[in-house]
C-alpha cells in the first residue's frame, strides 16, 4: 500500500508486507558496480517483491560513503519500475543519519531502515533519541532495524513499544524466531502487543521466513532473496495463500543453504551466488570483506545445483 506522491516524488509506503529483497551493492576495482547493481534490481522487478531495500547489512551500507549511498538510492529507486524502494539510512552519529535520510527522500525512496550502530555501547534512552531525531526529519516512514549481531545492540520488547509511538515508525525488523511454532507464536503476539496497530512486524534472517511468517508476521526481509528471490517468493506466497505446511516444506529444502549461511554469512553466500551467476563481478564485496573460500564456493555451487537454484 502506498499514498500518493509528495512535492519530491517521493511515494511513501504505508505498509510493508510479502516480501522485501535486499540486494547486493556490487563492487568492481573498489567502485560501484552500477550496471550489475541495476541487474539485481531488474531481477527483483522481474521476480515480482513486493518492495525492495538498498543498503542493508547485505547492501553493505556501512562501508560506502555518503555519495555513493545516495547514487545507490538513485539507481535503485530509477530501475524498480514502481516497486517502492526502502532505503538504510544508519550511520554512527545522528547527524550523518539525518544526512542520508534527507539524501534518501531527494532520491525518491519509500521509506526508510535504520539501526542503531554504535561504536561505544548505547543504552535505550540514546537509542530511542536517535529514532526520535530520524522520525523528526521527514514524513519518510521508519523501519526499526534490530540487527544485533552487526550493532551489538539488544532490543526489548518495552523499546519496541516505546519507539512504536513516534510518529512514522511503520514497521519493527525482528531477528528470526525460536524454532518450535508454538514459542515463536508467542514471541510475535509478544512484540505485537506493544506496537500499535498500524505498526506491523518484518522478520529478517533468512532460515526464519518461513517460520516468521508462520507465526504472524508481515514481512519477510530476505537478504539472500535480494540475489536469487524466486524461492523465497515462493515461500511468501504460499504463506499468504494459506499453505503454511507447503511454505515450511519449502523452506526445508533450502536447509543446505541456511546452514552455510549460518556459517559464512548471508552477504558473502549472496554474493558468492552473484558472482557465480555472473551477476555480479570476482570480489564483488568492500575490503577488507572477502568473499567466499575456495572450498565453500566449491560447495555452494554443488548446493545450487542440487537444489535446482543454479540457474535462478
Known amino acids: 500500500m502506498m499514498t500518493s506522491p509528495d512535492s519530491t516524488g517521493t511515494v511513501p509506503v504505508t505498509a510493508l508486507t510479502g516480501l522485501s529483497a535486499f540486494p547486493l551493492t556490487p563492487l568492481k ?4 558496480d552500477q550496471t550489475a547493481f541495476i541487474g539485481l534490481v531488474q531481477r527483483l522487478v522481474a521476480a515480482g517483491v513486493d518492495s525492495i531495500t538498498v543498503l542493508g547489512s547485505t ?26 524502494v526502502l532505503a538504510g539510512v544508519g550511520a554512527m552519529r545522528t547527524e ?6 534527507d539524501d534518501a527522500r531527494a532520491a525518491g525512496a ?20 536517535l529514532f526520535r531525531a530520524a522520525t523528526g526529519r521527514s514524513e519518510l516512514p521508519v523501519v526499526v532495524y534490530d540487527n544485533p549481531s552487526t550493532t551489538h545492540f539488544t532490543f526489548s520488547n518495552q523499546l519496541y513499544g516505546r519507539i512504536a509511538q513516534l510518529p512514522g515508525i511503520i514497521s519493527i ?7 518450535d511454532p508454538e514459542k515463536a507464536r508467542a514471541h510475535v503476539a509478544a512484540i505485537r502487543a506493544v506496537l500499535p496497530e498500524h505498526v ?17 508476521c508481515d514481512t519477510w526481509f530476505t537478504a539472500v532473496g535480494g540475489t536469487i528471490p524466486v524461492p523465497m517468493l515462493g515461500i511468501t506466497r504460499a504463506v499468504q495463500a494459506g ?6 516444506a519449502l523452506s526445508e529444502d533450502l536447509q543446505p543453504l541456511w546452514e552455510l549461511i549460518g556459517q559464512c554469512g548471508s552477504l558473502r553466500v549472496s554474493a558468492a551466488i552473484a558472482e557465480r551467476q555472473g551477476l555480479a563481478a570476482p570480489d564483488c564485496l568492500p575490503l577488507p570483506v572477502q568473499g567466499l573460500k575456495p572450498d565453500q564456493r566449491a560447495q555452494l555451487a554443488l548446493m545450487l545445483d542440487r537444489l535446482g537454484l543454479a540457474s535462478l
Not at 550523518?96 to 535520510?101: K, P, R, S, T
Not at 535504520?114 to 543504552?123: E, N, S
Open 29 to 32: 576495482d573498489g567502485q560501484l
Open 59 to 84: 547492501g553493505s551500507y556501512m562501508y560506502l560513503d555518503r555519495a555513493e549511498r545516495e547514487r545507490v538510492i538513485r539507481l535503485a529507486v530509477q530501475h524498480a519500475a514502481g516497486i517502492p
Open 96 to 101: 550523518h543519519v539525518l544526512a542520508h535520510i
Open 110 to 129: 519509500a521509506g526508510v531502515l535504520l539501526a542503531p550502530v554504535g561504536y561505544q555501547r548505547l543504552d535505550d534512552d540514546e537509542v530511542f533519541e
Open 173 to 179: 525488523k525482528i531477528p528470526g524466531v525460536p524454532a
Open 200 to 216: 506491523g512486524i518484518g522478520v529478517s534472517g533468512d532460515a526464519f521466513g518461513a517460520a516468521g511468517l508462520i507465526a504472524g
Open 243 to 248: 499453505e503454511p505446511a507447503k511454505a515450511q
